[in-house]
């Protein structure tokens, strides 16, 4: 008789089946990367006869090791995603604390409920892949419902000050419009994951933001799960940053949306652009302002949230408490560490900055040099034509010879390309560097 692992939340009993492992190893679409996929059946019914439901998680690599409603059309498709990048498909907190603390004692399996293409039951696999794109699941509400231009996802991390601007900009526009209740902050789970590729200490936390004024009619107190991160290995990769001290919104909801589903996903969610988004990002997308900050197949990406609202005010309200409950002391340590590591990377920044100004004085001096040299040859070329034309002057009776017209004709082509790229290097050093040459 097979151990069942069942866990009741909200109005369903979800019954963790088993894991695949193995399967995802072998894929080349997903280049080996360490992708558990576990098998789930949920129902109404405490004893599962009747009202089964049949799906699967996966293990996101960019997501702390968060778990995701899974559906591919095929092997070789990719995860969906759905209307935002990560809450579509995000699994519900306390099904995630189930799942991680279990995990290791779960059974290996072929099995998974996973590929409309595969699924011996398609219509269940369709119900999967509309539950993710479903828009009824989506709240909107100002300032995030004009925030979903910049999307978490997309390659526009390549301009990283760009986007860390934008993402500066609504966390001010968002302090402007909300308070938060600090008195209600609750930590919901503390998730310790240690694998072969990677190990996280992850604390859970939910709190609520208050609206300060009526902006649009009826607008319920929002919901902001949050978490605090401690990353010392990623993808069995460890390097000289590690460990890493990561604050950042995970997601956004309502009282409303705040079951959980079928498929253990929250109900509903409210669209938020980049403000819930991954901790790593793929490295082909690394840029010079990742530098240092690139793991293997990833790049970090998650620091960039440390500083917003208002997971910076809490972290400031945390310092100001004297008398610590036992989960606050696990706070206040991480409040400590984060803030050392943001003293390293501003000291990072300004080094950054020095050998940037290095560079641009080499860059000046060699640009100097480069005019310099390219005047001389432009000069040279020009008193060439000139003494040519001198000479076919003095012929017999002046008459201009068809070979002098073509020597000039020659020298006269290479006079304006140099000419030209005079031209070019005087408008380049006198726009970027306001040199007069």
């Known amino acids: 008789m097979s151990l069942n692992y069942d866990i009741e939340i909200d109005n369903y009993y979800f019954r963790i089946l088993n894991k695949n492992i193995t399967k995802y190893r072998d894929n080349p679409i997903l280049l080996k990367k360490y992708r558990p996929i576990v098998n789930i059946n949920s129902s109404t019914n405490k004893d599962f006869t009747e009202n089964i439901n049949k799906f699967s ?43 991680h603390n279990i995990f290791n004692n779960l059974k290996e399996s072929d099995d998974y409920f996973c590929i409309e293409e595969l699924a011996l039951n398609k219509q269940n696999m369709i119900e999967v892949k509309e539950h993710i794109l479903d828009t009824k699941r989506i709240i909107s509400i100002k300032p995030f419902s004009d925030n979903n231009i910049y999307n978490c ?31 209600n902050k609750k930590l919901i789970s ?26 649009q009619e009826h607008i319920d107190d929002i919901i902001l799960y949050y978490c605090n991160a401690k990353i010392t290995k990623f993808m069995n990769k460890t390097h000289e940053s590690f460990p890493i001290y990561i604050s950042l919104p995970v997601f956004l909801t309502t009282e409303e949306g705040d079951k959980i589903t079928k498929f253990g996903t929250f109900n509903k969610y409210i669209l938020a652009g980049n403000y819930i988004c991954k901790v790593f990002d793929y490295s082909y997308q690394c840029s010079k302002d990742h530098f240092g900050k690139c793991y293997g197949d990833y790049k970090l990406i998650g620091d960039r949230y440390n500083n ?33 590591q943001e003293k390293e990377k501003l000291k990072e920044k300004k080094l950054k900055e020095k050998l940037k100004e290095e560079e641009d ?26 003494m040519i034309n001198n000479r076919c002057d003095t012929n017999i009776n002046n008459i201009r010879n068809s070979n002098c017209n073509q020597k000039i004709l020659k020298i006269q082509n290479v006079y304006n390309v140099r000419k030209q790229l005079i031209e070019d290097t005087k408008r380049f050093f006198n726009k970027k560097l306001n040199l007069t040459i």
């Open 190 to 215: 503390n998730i310790i994951i240690n694998n072969d590729e990677n190990l996280y200490n992850i604390q859970f936390y939910k709190i609520k933001l208050k609206l300060k004024e009526q902006i």
């Open 361 to 386: 004085r080499r860059q000046i001096e060699n640009g100097k040099l480069y005019a310099s040299l390219m005047a001389r040859a432009y000069n040279h070329y020009g008193g060439v034509i000139q």
């Open 153 to 183: 996802g997309y390659d526009v991390y390549h301009n990283f000050e760009y986007i860390n601007n934008k993402l500066k900009q609504f966390s001010d526009k968002l302090k402007s419009l909300y308070d938060y209740d600090f008195s």
């Open 308 to 340: 917003i609202f208002p997971l910076l005010e809490i972290r400031e309200e945390i310092k100001e408490i004297n008398e610590q409950l036992s989960e606050q002391k696990i706070e206040q340590q991480f409040v400590n560490d984060i803030d050392i």
């Open 57 to 99: 998680v996966y293990l996101s690599n960019s997501d702390l090791g968060c778990f995701r409603l899974c559906y591919r059309y095929n092997e070789q498709g990719i995860f969906l995603k759905g209307n935002d990048y990560i809450q579509s498909s995000f699994i519900h907190i306390k099904l995630q604390e189930f799942i």
